[in-house]
């Protein structure tokens, strides 16, 4: 397999640009698009039709919960701008999952994300006492009724008041784009969270987004300009030291002519301008490839692409929100990347 890969690097890097070529260039083959805790929505997409319910696609991104339902009258305020809007539970999610997933999408899908939505609004405290979530992706998504379609209004319907627990309680059920084939455990992700028995990384194989896989090619000058304030002197590399189950990158060194800083891998993704943290790093130098060192003793493998099982026949299952990111500088989003 690594000869395999050796072989498509070298084939990259003579298609990439003279001016890449001609100067140290730093190469990332990466997968997926979000934090990956959660439910993948592309992945809900590939379940729905593969034939599986909105109970089975929660079931498999959330270990262990149930479906419960929401207190009855339950309120939700939410930061509009400036102006904080208080709306009733369903109300709000009218407003939201069309927002956050295309509305042609099986119904299943969009009901699987109603779900999510409607308890991530439920255990979400972004603002403290002031409001409960934002308006944007550092909650998810709201539109207000510019966002309502039939589709969408129809999947809130089938799903009236239903949330996800966990033990009887609601969960923070987050979700996010694309997983590139693998889900990550929360504290992997969202580094400082404490591990959550319903948030553990779980295979995804039919998840096939437009970000499942992609690679970037980017010059040592532009990736020492994108890490300026952790980068020692001028750019050299990247050596990953440990990766979650996804196996997205938790931390690792960048590599500077005066020295190497320890950087999160959420931070080194935001900072890079990168779309995840499942990234492998190589150095092209005119038409050769080198990779880069592998602390963590994990090889590059292609995402999973396998097909999956039945959906599971265990008890419905569901998800919401993440918590701030660790690094100030990590600019990921909390709730839900949203699906295009």
Do not use: C
């Amino acid at each position: 397999m690594l000869g395999a890969l050796a072989l498509a690097l070298a084939a990259l890097a003579l298609s990439v640009s003279p001016a890449l070529a001609s100067t140290e260039s730093l190469l990332i083959t990466g997968a997926g698009d979000g934090h990956g805790v959660g439910m993948s929505q592309e992945g809900a997409l590939g379940y729905a039709e593969h034939g599986a319910t909105y109970e089975q696609i929660l079931a498999h991104y959330y270990t262990g919960t149930a479906l419960g339902q929401a207190p009855a009258g339950r309120m939700v305020k939410v930061l509009v701008g400036s102006r904080v809007k208080t709306l009733p539970l369903e109300t709000y999610v009218r407003g939201v999952v069309a927002a956050e997933m295309p509305s042609s999408w099986p119904l299943a899908a969009l009901e699987a994300q109603a779900v999510a939505s409607r308890t991530y609004a439920l255990t979400s405290d972004a603002g403290g006492q002031k409001f409960d979530v934002y308006a944007d992706t550092r909650s998810q998504m709201y539109e207000g009724a510019a966002a309502e379609t039939a589709s969408s209004n129809a999947a809130i319907a089938d799903t009236a008041g239903q949330i996800v627990t966990y033990e009887g309680m609601p969960v923070t059920t987050y979700f996010f784009a694309s997983s590139g084939g693998m889900t990550e455990s929360v504290q992997n992700s969202f580094l400082g969270a404490s591990p959550e028995p319903w948030l553990i990384g779980v295979a995804d194989p039919y998840d096939q987004g437009p970000l499942h896989t992609w690679k970037v090619a980017l010059s040592f000058a532009t990736a020492t300009s994108r890490l300026r304030g952790v980068l020692k002197g001028s750019f050299r590399g990247i050596e990953v030291l440990k990766r979650g189950v996804s196996p997205r990158i938790v931390s690792a060194y960048v590599i500077g002519s005066r020295g190497r800083t320890l950087i999160s891998g959420p931070e080194l993704a935001a900072r890079l301008g990168l779309d995840s943290t499942w990234e492998y790093f190589s150095v092209i130098r005119g038409t050769s490839v080198k990779r880069e060192p592998e602390g963590s003793g994990r090889a590059p493998s292609p995402p999973a692409t396998a097909p999956a099982p039945s959906p599971p026949a265990t008890s419905p299952q569901g998800g919401a929100q993440a918590p701030p990111a660790a690094s100030a500088a990590s600019t990921a989003e909390t709730g839900g990347v949203s699906a295009e």
